[in-house]
């Protein structure tokens, strides 16, 4: 009798442990196959979230077909490693191990806001109001000048005012690095004086081969104390970076008692007049070997510079002939 039941035992056991390593091995089949998506599908896992909602926010986005195989895999094959937070893109196909493992990794969607080059500080802060994956409150205007241009990357979650910050201590170490190498004998003074300058490069300039010759003018101007005579800075008189101007400028404009007309007012105005890329801070500290002194548009997109003031009428002349044929 304890025999038979010792042999019966022993087959329930076994019958038992079958149906485990059965079950374990149609799970880990189910938890490796290809999943239902097929197309990229982004999803926000929220903060606090269990396996088990998690499970359900991505059967509910179409990323997962079998929630509750996704929540006992993930139990079972994490090896204790916590699924993230944040927004995540899966492929199309994602085993739902693959996509346990891009939660554990926390490899989050990256978005991008792409600040050009010559934008002042509240257009720049324009952009970071509407970009929808940032959070926060937006911080005040930062001065103009303090934000370098470029492609920032974030994570949806990010705030506002990390973003401006970022941007602002990658225009502090960019000046540092570039001061420290800059020409000897330049007229300028500080690393400030390089950003004003460079702001108005910037804005006089979309061709970025033309940014050291027209350096090269402003810092001759500036050595023979000549008026640098920019439009741009006209222009950040009337409007203070806040909008653009939406006209031609007037000969009224041209008399603007600003401290920033570079007509009426000597040497370099008084701070920037938007925010200059590297390539401009780097065209004014090492600018171009020219004795040129004036520029005009030359009606392909670029400028004719000339040495003299009658060179530069004759340029001036070709110019308006080109606007007014």
Do not use: C
């Not at 038979?4 to 149906?19: D, E, K, M, S």
């Not at 006992?72 to 916590?82: A, E």
């Amino acid at each position: 009798m304890l025999r038979r039941l010792f042999y019966a035992v022993v087959a329930l056991t076994g019958v038992a442990v079958a149906g485990a390593v059965a079950g374990y091995l149609w799970l880990q089949q189910r938890f490796d196959a290809p999943g239902p998506l097929a197309a990229p599908k982004s999803v926000v896992i929220e903060r606090g979230a269990g396996v088990a909602f998690i499970a359900q926010v991505l059967a509910d986005a179409g990323v997962v077909d079998e929630p509750l195989v996704f929540t006992i895999g993930v139990r079972l094959f994490s090896r204790g490693q916590t699924l993230k937070a944040g927004e995540y893109e899966f492929a199309p196909g994602m085993s739902q191990r693959q996509a346990m493992q891009l939660l554990i990794d926390g490899g989050t969607l990256m978005h991008r806001l792409t600040m050009a080059e010559g934008l002042t500080s509240a257009e720049v802060l324009a952009l970071v109001a509407a970009a929808e994956a940032l959070t926060g409150d937006m911080p005040a205007v930062p001065p103009e000048g303090s934000l370098l241009p470029e492609t920032y990357f974030f994570s949806r979650g990010e705030t506002r005012a990390e973003l401006v910050r970022r941007m602002t201590a990658n225009m502090a170490d960019t000046l540092a690095e570039l001061w420290a190498g800059r020409d000897p004998n330049l007229p300028l003074r500080t690393p400030e004086e390089a950003v004003v300058l460079a702001s108005i490069v910037e804005k006089e300039t979309g061709v970025a081969a033309e940014r050291p010759r027209v350096a090269a003018v402003f810092i001759n101007r500036l050595n023979l104390g000549m008026a640098l005579q920019s439009d741009p800075t006209i222009i950040y008189a009337l409007t203070l970076g806040k909008a653009p101007l939406g006209r031609e400028l007037t000969r009224a404009d041209l008399q603007n008692k600003s401290p920033y007309n570079t007509y009426v007012t000597p040497g370099l105005p008084p701070g920037p007049i938007a925010n200059p890329g590297r390539a401009a801070l780097e065209a004014v500290l090492h600018p171009a070997t020219t004795k040129d002194l004036f520029f005009v548009a030359d009606g392909t997109g670029g400028h004719a510079f000339a040495e003299t003031l009658d060179e530069h009428n004759k340029n001036v002349a070709a110019w308006r002939k080109l606007r007014n044929p």
